[in-house]
């Protein structure tokens, strides 16, 4: 079967790409996932910096999903470029920067200082980072911010442009109608959810901080309406995240109009789910007499 997809300026060879934040820089994933079975690979939020992240406790398990607040710990784009990107040279899959910010500044700071990298296909601006001076608010939870940053963005590379969105707004359609308009090639949806978990006894939080983001197969419907909801409103290419455990999972995502899905939590519990869910999505659409992927993409027919 021709697995191969275009999606935001890329041609991959399948679309299943490892989530960021779930595989590292690729190479811890690397003995256990031969990075060049996969589509792509977002590697782990850079800033210009080193990020230490929030202290523990950092992750909470709930039932059907997982809790985390790890405060985009990271090695910074230099350390990045120096120590992680020269072992990623063999594999034969796309390397996305997820680029993060504090400041606006500092988002097109890791764009300008990574473009120059041959082995950098293309980049994802994490939209959803907590921002200093807006008190922990983030850019994609309004239109015009994410324009401004996507657009920036747009003006130092030529590379695909990607933006990571949240879920939390209520202005998710109008954001990514802005970065389509800024420039961006694709949008990826969704980044966790705001949510919390308290333990009666302490009368505390369960993790270091008040709010933290809901991941995994708990947010899966939610997630699948958002995307629903942007690919039949903007005229902008999807990649679809959130809970994708199955390759039934992924097809669903394809259907309302994901040219790609990402796999996140799923890798935590087991590292080679994404190849799992690869083969299966492959098997049943084979099944169901289908010759390729582009065959589903967007054909969802309703109630
Ligand atoms: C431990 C952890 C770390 C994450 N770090 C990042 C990150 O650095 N940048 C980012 O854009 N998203 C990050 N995410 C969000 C995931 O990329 C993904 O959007 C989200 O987990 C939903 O997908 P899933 O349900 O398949 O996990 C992180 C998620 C988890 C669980």
Do not use: H
């Not at 934040?21 to 589509?39: C, H, I």
């Not at 909470?60 to 992680?84: D, H, S």
């Not at 009368?203 to 270091?208: F, G, H, I, P, Q």
């Amino acid at each position: 079967m021709d697995t191969r997809v275009k999606v935001g300026g890329l041609e991959l060879k399948n679309p299943v790409i490892l989530a960021s934040g779930t595989a590292g820089y690729g190479v811890e994933l690397s003995p256990f996932l031969d990075l060049s079975r996969v589509g792509g690979l977002v590697v782990k939020g850079l800033y210009p910096y080193e990020r230490m992240g929030n202290p523990p406790p950092r992750v909470w398990e709930t039932p059907c999903g997982l809790l985390n607040t790890i405060g985009l710990q990271g090695v910074g784009m230099k350390r990045f470029a120096q120590e992680y990107l020269p072992r990623l040279e063999s594999y034969d899959t796309s390397i996305i920067v997820n680029a993060c910010g504090e400041e606006d500044e500092e988002y097109l700071q890791v764009v300008d200082y990574l473009q120059e990298f041959d082995r950098v296909d293309a980049f994802e601006l994490n939209l959803s980072c907590p921002n200093v001076r807006e008190g922990g608010r983030c850019p994609a939870m309004w239109p015009d911010w994410s324009y401004r940053i996507v657009r920036g963005a747009r003006s130092i590379t030529k590379k695909p442009i990607w933006a990571k969105l949240t879920p939390n707004t209520s202005a998710l359609v109008e954001v990514a109608s802005a970065c389509k308009e800024a420039g961006a090639d694709a949008v990826s949806l969704v980044n966790t959810y705001l949510a919390m978990a308290v333990d009666f006894r302490t009368r505390k939080s369960r993790l270091s901080t008040l709010f933290a983001g809901l991941s995994g197969p708990a947010i899966k419907p939610l997630a699948l309406r958002a995307v629903y909801t942007v690919a039949s409103s903007v005229d902008v290419d999807v990649v679809g995240i959130g809970g994708i455990t199955t390759g039934e999972d992924l097809l669903e995502f394809m259907l309302v109009g994901a040219k790609a899905v990402q796999i996140g939590s799923a890798t935590l519990r087991e590292p080679t789910a994404a190849l799992r869910i690869l083969e299966e999505a492959v098997s049943l659409l084979r099944q169901e007499g289908y010759n390729n992927f582009s065959e589903i993409i967007g054909r969802f027919e309703g109630v």
